[in-house]
């Protein structure tokens, strides 16, 4: 059963969620909506576990198109930052807030970025794209995210602050048009830098939340140093140009990390 803590301690803890805001909140979609979230994500960890190759993306397509297709589209939830905004301004702790919160701000202290490798629906169309492993250097104009998170954060407290009538609907249009914008930035610069994940490195504004956290998570890919033979293939194979040989908080782009497990399963001397 050891092997099996990981996705047994990911399944307790969002469990527990599920049920404190169920009895918090009494209502009983969030113990559905975190239980069925939590058992996904431990599906995925219990399929890489057995070595089944495409493990995390079968977690991918479960929540991230759940929470594109049911909440978003279906159930009319701006689950994208705007979204987040809007609920705060309003002073309603539901919907994306609680989300928020959970997967964004105070859960990245235990995961880390394990969002963006999980449950991210626009991460889940790009990881299907041909760049999976970086053709070239990463680029250093990430200050771009800055930038998309201020607009955010101004476009929904200038319809604050214009008395702007139905908002909600406003922010319903804003997440399709949002999410239709990422997609298509999303591939042209994937294709433009031959990396998948590039529109994550350099313009997604969730990562402004997500990098500071993710400094301290308590999960985090370690190195055996005893066993490493300094191949480099962990480095070559990392969506995220993580050096994950380096055991210290400080290592470089060590904020980065999605937990694809992609260094683990490349090691040829099962050292991470």
């Given at each position: 059963m050891?092997?099996y803590?990981?996705p047994?301690v990911?399944?307790?803890?969002f469990?527990?969620?599920?049920v ?14 975190f239980?069925?979230?939590g058992?996904?994500?431990?599906l995925?960890?219990?399929?890489f576990?057995?070595k ?5 993306r ?15 589209l279906m ?5 994208q ?11 309603v ?9 959970v ?5 990245p ?5 394990g ?16 760049y999976k492993v970086?053709?070239?250097p990463?680029?250093k ?6 930038i998309?998170f201020v ?24 997440f ?9 930035v ?6 433009v830098?031959k ?7 350099y313009?997604?504004?969730i990562?402004v939340?997500?990098?500071?956290m993710?400094?301290f998570?308590l ?6 140093t ?8 962990c ?11 380096d ?5 470089e782009?060590?904020?980065e990390?999605?937990?694809?497990f992609e ?9 991470l």
């Open positions: 050891k092997k803590f990981l047994i990911m399944l307790a803890i469990e527990t969620v599920a404190a805001l169920w009895l918090t909140k009494d209502n009983l979609f969030y113990l559905l909506n239980s069925y979230i058992i996904s994500i431990a995925g960890l219990f399929l576990i057995k089944y190759k495409h493990a995390r079968v977690t991918q397509l479960l929540v991230g198109m759940y929470m594109l297709i049911y909440l978003g159930c009319n939830e701006n689950m930052i705007e979204g987040f905004w809007y609920y705060l301004f309003t002073g702790f539901e919907a994306a807030t609680i989300h928020y919160a997967a964004k701000i105070f859960g202290l235990i995961f880390g970025r969002w963006c490798g999980y449950a991210c629906w626009t991460a889940m169309i790009l990881d299907f794209l041909p970086p053709e070239k990463r680029r104009i990430g200050w771009i995210r800055y998309v607009l955010s954060l101004v476009l929904v407290a200038a319809l604050f602050l214009a008395h702007v009538g139905n908002i909600e609907r406003i922010m319903f249009w804003a399709i048009i949002g999410n239709i914008l990422y997609y298509a999303g591939i042209v610069l994937a294709f830098f990396d998948n994940r590039a529109f994550c490195k313009i997604c504004p990562t939340f997500l990098k500071p993710s400094y998570s999960l985090r890919i370690k190195c055996d005893s066993k490493c033979v300094s191949c480099g293939k480095r070559r194979v990392c969506p995220m140009d993580v050096d994950v040989t055991n210290s908080r400080k290592r782009n060590g904020t990390c999605i937990l694809c260094c683990v399963k490349n090691c040829p001397k099962d050292a």
